[in-house]
């Protein structure tokens, strides 16, 4: 029996968090983050993230339905900036699982696959000017400011 991909209606929808220049913070939803990244980086995703391009996904938490995924980033957009920083440290991304890898071999361990290697984070090219390279958050800020 082979192995089907979920359909559109069985698909998780993901809520993301994404981290974009000079610090700011961005929430969407996506069933696949990743390709709604690339999405952002070419400037055809949200208004917000042209005018403040994402770096990297900071994190991402699976929902069952989009009408859920909806809910939560409702509910992580009211929350106020260490809120977030905290949630996006449960839910980091890459999640952690095991997949095979493509183009994998069979191992002498009866087939069993490899588990995936982590995901690298997005890091500007060498070749981009200085002004565009901004540095991972810094723990000041991540403090509130009043």
């Not at 991909?5 to 809520?15: D, E, F, T, V, Y």
């Not at 993230?49 to 989009?66: C, D, W």
């Not at 991304?93 to 994998?104: C, D, E, I, Q, T």
Request: glycine content about 6%; overall charge positive; proline content about 12%.
């Amino acid at each position: 029996m082979s192995k089907q991909a979920p359909s559109k209606a069985q698909r998780p929808w993901l809520l993301y968090l994404l981290e974009c220049t000079g610090g700011k913070l961005y929430a969407g939803i996506s069933p696949d983050p990743e390709a709604r990244f690339r999405m952002h980086l070419r400037g055809t995703g949200a208004k917000y993230t042209r005018a403040n391009p994402p770096l990297r996904i900071l994190a991402a938490q699976a929902y069952p339905s989009r009408a859920a995924a909806s809910a939560a980033e409702h509910a992580l957009k009211k929350m106020r900036r260490p809120a977030k920083l905290s949630w996006a440290q449960q839910h980091t991304w890459p999640p952690r699982r095991s997949r095979v890898l493509k183009g994998a071999t069979a191992k002498a361990d009866g087939g069993k696959s490899a588990p995936k290697a982590a995901r690298p984070r997005f890091t500007p090219p060498a070749d981009a000017p200085a002004t565009d390279r901004v540095p991972p958050l810094a723990a000041s800020a991540r403090t509130v400011r009043r």
